[in-house]
């Protein structure tokens, strides 16, 4: 069997670790990916219940661990607390984007809406607001 010496670490100079993540060039792709469109759909209303409090959400998935095209964005209400003035006190209440993540089918279901066509119809809304309409 043959013995090999092991090698000596000593002269060797700490390395800096390296960054997992460019976050100026992650910040620069975000926001010419979605940042006046993503902009203009949190000033709109929730699509579903018509609440003031909205977050830009996708319809749909782009695929593992990706966000899809700014063509899936639609306003939907995010979790937020409401006062009740009868009984003095507030609660914490679930929004429609939560709700949606518990299971799209349902969802649409329940509130009796499909949200490719809410997507489709906020893009064609969104091209006319630009100029962008062929």
């Known amino acids: 069997m043959i013995r090999r010496k092991r090698p000596t670490h000593a002269n060797l100079k700490?390395?800096?670790?390296?960054p997992r993540v460019n976050v100026k060039r992650k910040a620069a792709?975000?926001?010419r990916a979605y940042g006046e469109k993503?902009?203009?759909i949190r000033e709109l209303l929730c699509a579903v219940?018509?609440?003031p409090a909205v977050i830009a959400?996708?319809?749909?998935s782009g695929g593992m661990a990706r966000k899809a095209g700014s063509d899936t964005l639609i306003p939907l209400c995010c979790t937020r607390v409401e006062f009740n003035p009868?009984?003095?006190?507030s609660c914490m209440v679930e929004g429609c984007h939560e709700e949606s993540h518990r299971g799209v089918k349902t969802f649409q279901k329940r509130h009796e809406v499909n949200l490719q066509a809410l997507a489709a119809?906020?893009?064609a809304e969104w091209q006319t607001h630009t100029g962008d309409a062929t």
């Open 14 to 18: 700490p390395r800096k670790p390296v």
């Open 29 to 31: 792709n975000h926001d």
């Open 38 to 40: 993503a902009a203009w």
């Open 49 to 51: 219940c018509a609440n």
């Open 57 to 60: 959400a996708h319809v749909i």
């Open 86 to 89: 009868q009984t003095m006190t």
């Open 121 to 123: 119809k906020y893009e």
